[in-house]
């Protein structure tokens, strides 16, 4: 049995297993576009899934500090480090679930 878990609000979706691993590749890279080039997603994209999460959460998830001379970079806030550990509680909730349950349904 397999699932998967996501967040969703009336805005759409706010966390699922890839907005958790950008966070977690932007902490560990400290940088937006190195974490969009090892997932293989544009810039774009990631920025906007960056966006969507800070403007939806109750404070933002990752600032960044444009580049330049000494070039820009981004840290995952105290509020995406939380919710980094938060998913990953819940999705190993969620495992146990379909582990357990999976002797009892037949599918």
């Known amino acids: 049995m397999n699932g998967r ?13 890839g907005r958790v ?12 576009r190195q974490a969009a080039l090892q997932m ?10 960056i966006n969507h999460m800070n403007e939806n959460f109750g404070s933002p998830v990752v600032v960044s500090k444009r580049g330049g001379k000494g070039g820009g970079n981004a840290i ?4 995406g480090l939380r919710a980094i550990d938060q998913f990953h509680v819940l999705q190993e909730k969620f495992r146990e679930f379909l582990v357990i349950n999976s002797e009892n349904i037949q599918l």
Do not use: C, F, H
């Open 5 to 17: 878990i996501w967040i969703e609000t009336p805005d759409g979706k706010m966390l699922g297993r």
């Open 21 to 32: 691993e950008l966070l977690e590749r932007i902490k560990n890279s400290g940088s937006i």
């Open 40 to 49: 293989k997603m544009s810039y774009k994209q990631a920025w906007d899934l």
């Open 76 to 79: 995952v806030t105290e509020n």
